[in-house]
């Protein structure tokens, strides 16, 4: 390897781990954004870089368009095959890769987040991520995605809306139901009983679309409290139909989606939804900082 590739080589690593973050965001697979990153190695290593004078910029774009390009033959690749919304719902620690490393990186990003990016489609998915999340100009974006600044903006403009949810027409008392929804979640994960009885209506009804249906509801606090004690590892709230919810999401990958119903406060009807096609019908969108 010669000086100038030996450099390219040290600057290209210093610039690794935002590369990696972008390619993340964007496509949801640590195992893919590797590649999307590795790819710009490549066409980096193969550049005249006499005139290149910003080196972060031009890989961001580069691996910005890779990423692009995955999500596309993504798509066309799921709509051939009619394969559901929940594709990557369960994926074994081998195909992960790295199953620790992905749950971290879903953790840093959030899991809802990399859920609802997820109902986004490519040229919406890549200007979120450049511009909310990356900061990036629409001068700058609009190339990548080959649309007119004007457009690029409106497309940000819809990722924004389905990312966040129509917040003129939220409930008021959001904030305290999440802190209710909150507390069943911790309680739920830390296995303590006494305080899931707390956040729970006594009559309270679970209804889950996975059990078969002589065990798909389940009725009572107790029974409730006893039925999802020591879960919820990897559930995290969100805005579902504009109402309190929950996506369960380890490592990113969807697995199921909870609807709440509360009553003098107190959580009265719990709907777990793993339906493809009922998830399909879900409005699911981040619940506002």
Same mark, same amino acid.
């Given at each position: 390897?010669?000086?100038?590739?030996d450099w390219?080589?040290?600057?290209?690593?210093?610039?690794?781990?935002?590369?990696?973050?972008?390619?993340?965001?964007?496509?949801?697979?640590?195992?893919?954004?590797?590649?999307?990153?590795?790819?710009?190695w490549?066409?980096?290593?193969?550049? #005249?870089?006499?005139?290149?004078k910003?080196?972060?910029?031009?890989?961001?774009?580069?691996?910005?368009?890779v990423?692009? #390009?995955m999500l596309?033959?993504?798509?066309?690749?799921?709509?051939?095959?009619?394969?559901?919304y929940?594709?990557?719902?369960?994926?074994?620690d081998?195909?992960?890769?790295?199953?620790?490393?992905?749950?971290?990186m879903a953790?840093?990003?959030?899991?809802?987040?990399?859920?609802?990016?997820?109902?986004?489609?490519?040229?919406?998915?890549?200007?979120f991520?450049?511009?909310?999340?990356f900061?990036?100009?629409?001068?700058e974006?609009?190339?990548?995605?080959?649309?007119?600044?004007?457009a690029?903006?409106?497309?940000?403009?819809?990722?924004?809306?389905?990312?966040?949810?129509?917040?003129s027409?939220?409930?008021?008392?959001?904030?305290?139901?999440?802190?209710?929804?909150?507390?069943?979640?911790?309680?739920?994960?830390?296995?303590?009983?006494?305080?899931?009885?707390?956040?729970?209506?006594?009559d309270?009804?679970?209804?889950? #679309?996975?059990?078969?249906?002589?065990?798909?509801?389940?009725?009572g606090?107790?029974?409730?409290?006893?039925?999802?004690?020591?879960?919820?590892?990897?559930?995290?709230?969100?805005?579902?139909?504009?109402?309190?919810?929950?996506?369960?999401a380890?490592?990113?990958k969807?697995?199921y989606?909870?609807?709440?119903?509360?009553?003098?406060?107190?959580i009265?009807?719990?709907?777990?939804?793993?339906?493809?096609?009922r998830?399909?019908k879900?409005?699911?969108?981040?619940?506002?900082?």
């Amino acid at each position: 390897m010669s000086a100038t590739q030996d450099w390219l080589a040290e600057q290209f690593e210093a610039h690794r781990s935002h590369l990696q973050g972008v390619a993340y965001r964007m496509l949801g697979s640590l195992s893919e954004a590797e590649d999307a990153v590795q790819e710009s190695w490549f066409r980096l290593s193969r550049k #005249d870089t006499t005139d290149l004078k910003n080196l972060g910029g031009w890989l961001t774009t580069v691996v910005s368009r890779v990423c692009l #390009d995955m999500l596309r033959t993504r798509k066309a690749r799921r709509e051939e095959a009619l394969e559901g919304y929940l594709i990557e719902a369960i994926v074994s620690d081998e195909a992960q890769g790295n199953p620790e490393q992905e749950a971290l990186m879903a953790e840093s990003v959030g899991l809802a987040m990399l859920v609802v990016l997820g109902n986004l489609n490519p040229a919406e998915r890549v200007t979120f991520v450049l511009h909310d999340i990356f900061t990036m100009p629409f001068t700058e974006i609009a190339p990548i995605v080959g649309k007119s600044e004007m457009a690029t903006r409106q497309l940000a403009s819809r990722a924004r809306r389905r990312v966040h949810g129509d917040v003129s027409h939220l409930n008021p008392d959001l904030s305290r139901q999440r802190e209710l929804v909150d507390a069943f979640l911790s309680a739920a994960y830390a296995g303590d009983f006494d305080t899931l009885i707390t956040t729970l209506d006594p009559d309270v009804v679970l209804r889950d #679309d996975r059990q078969i249906e002589a065990v798909r509801v389940i009725r009572g606090a107790a029974a409730l409290a006893k039925h999802v004690s020591g879960r919820a590892k990897a559930a995290q709230v969100a805005l579902v139909n504009g109402s309190i919810g929950v996506i369960a999401a380890p490592q990113g990958k969807l697995l199921y989606v909870l609807q709440f119903t509360l009553k003098n406060g107190k959580i009265s009807e719990v709907d777990l939804i793993s339906d493809s096609a009922r998830i399909r019908k879900l409005d699911l969108s981040i619940f506002p900082s």
